[in-house]
């Protein structure tokens, strides 16, 4: 059998692999792939289903002019997608397929990103997005050939991982930040939910809460309540969490062992799962000691940091003008931070935020 190894593709799989960690994630190994395949650019989308704006873009040395105006004008009518899944596709063989307005209409965008010389292949993920790679030579180069393809097509099966891997790494991420706040602030029970209600990550507090089955409890992996309302919240919020740019809370009733106050936003996700409707649930039993904390209210509320000390030492009783003096900040600073945090929480005034805070046991 013959061992030998390509050390070009043996590199391109180390740029691949190595450069999802970085600061500047695919860049390296797009412009590697670009020079592997002889081709002008390579171009990596990410995006869910429906969206007029992909997550992600990235096509290391192009034109910035050209990559603002795809995102503007032509992605969201973009014909060249919805290809056979994993396997490499000329636009020449695509256009075949292609009825004649249709190609009249994307002329400009062919004009413009220098001809018809692209390679792409799409994959698409259970997670409910896809990633789209673009091979494309300028039109003064020669067209690739059954080899390019071929070539591009062995990569395809690491591509997959490699977009798998990423995916993964930046929900943990996402994730990381919000328990880590969670658990910050003292006897906050938190549930990260998918789109499907099902229950990705729990802190110990939400496991004993579910494992009590007051209220709420697990029903295989996903969440049930007891009651109809709480049940209907989740069900709308989950089916458009992008609408809810604010916490909503509510109550969970429990008969013996207290009700729990709930409080429910939209997670805040990279840009890879632009879609996915991922939801942050925080419980919390009202009454119980916690100390408030500046990072827990940022998460909870979406508020910034300096937002968020505000709103933590207006709860300790003191006058605006009393936290804005403890703070360092002038009064006018204060007072416009605080009308910020009022649009952010609902509150109207101040003893209604801090009614607020404690309610939701942040």
Not at 153 to 178: C, D, T, Y
Not at 321 to 339: C, D, P, S, W, Y
Request: proline fraction near 4%; aromatic fraction near 8%; charge should be negative.
């Amino acid at each position: 059998m013959d061992q030998r190894v390509d050390p070009q593709f043996s590199e391109l799989l180390v740029r691949l692999y190595g450069d999802l960690t970085g600061e500047r994630p695919w860049e390296a190994f797009l412009k590697a792939l670009a020079t592997w395949l002889d081709s002008t650019f390579s171009t990596l989308i990410i995006t869910a289903p429906g969206t007029h704006i992909p997550g992600t873009y990235v096509t290391p040395g192009a034109d910035p002019v050209f990559q603002a105006r795809y995102l503007e004008s032509f992605f969201a009518v973009d014909p060249f997608k919805d290809l056979p899944d994993g396997k490499v596709t000329s636009f020449t063989e695509f256009i075949s397929q292609m009825a004649m307005e249709e190609y009249a209409a994307y002329r400009d965008y062919l004009d413009v990103a220098g001809g018809e010389q692209v390679l792409a292949v799409d994959m698409r993920f259970a997670s409910q997005f896809e990633a789209r790679f673009r091979v494309s030579r300028d039109k003064s180069l020669p067209d690739f050939t059954a080899s390019d393809r071929n070539a591009l097509q062995a990569l395809v099966p690491h591509l997959r991982i490699a977009v798998g891997l990423f995916e993964k790494l930046q929900l943990a991420g996402a994730e990381h930040g919000v328990f880590e706040s969670a658990t910050e602030g003292l006897g906050l029970a938190l549930l990260v939910l998918d789109r499907n209600n099902r229950i990705v990550s729990s802190n110990a507090l939400a496991e004993r809460f579910l494992d009590e089955g007051e209220g709420v409890r697990r029903a295989g992996d996903t969440l049930a309540f007891d009651n109809a309302e709480p049940r209907k919240i989740i069900a709308d919020l989950l089916a458009s969490p992008q609408a809810q740019a604010k916490v909503t809370r509510f109550r969970i009733e429990r008969a013996d062992r207290g009700d729990l106050i709930a409080s429910a936003r939209a997670m805040n996700l990279p840009a890879i799962h632009s879609g996915t409707g991922a939801l942050a649930l925080f419980l919390a039993l009202p009454g119980e000691e916690t100390q408030l904390q500046p990072q827990t209210v940022r998460e909870l509320f979406g508020l910034t940091m300096a937002e968020a000390r505000l709103a933590v030492t207006l709860t300790q009783g003191l006058s605006l003008v009393e936290a804005a003096q403890k703070l360092g900040i002038t009064h006018n600073t204060a007072k416009t931070q605080l009308r910020a945090i009022f649009a952010k929480t609902g509150a109207r005034r101040q003893s209604q935020l801090v009614s607020i805070l404690a309610s939701t046991g942040a």
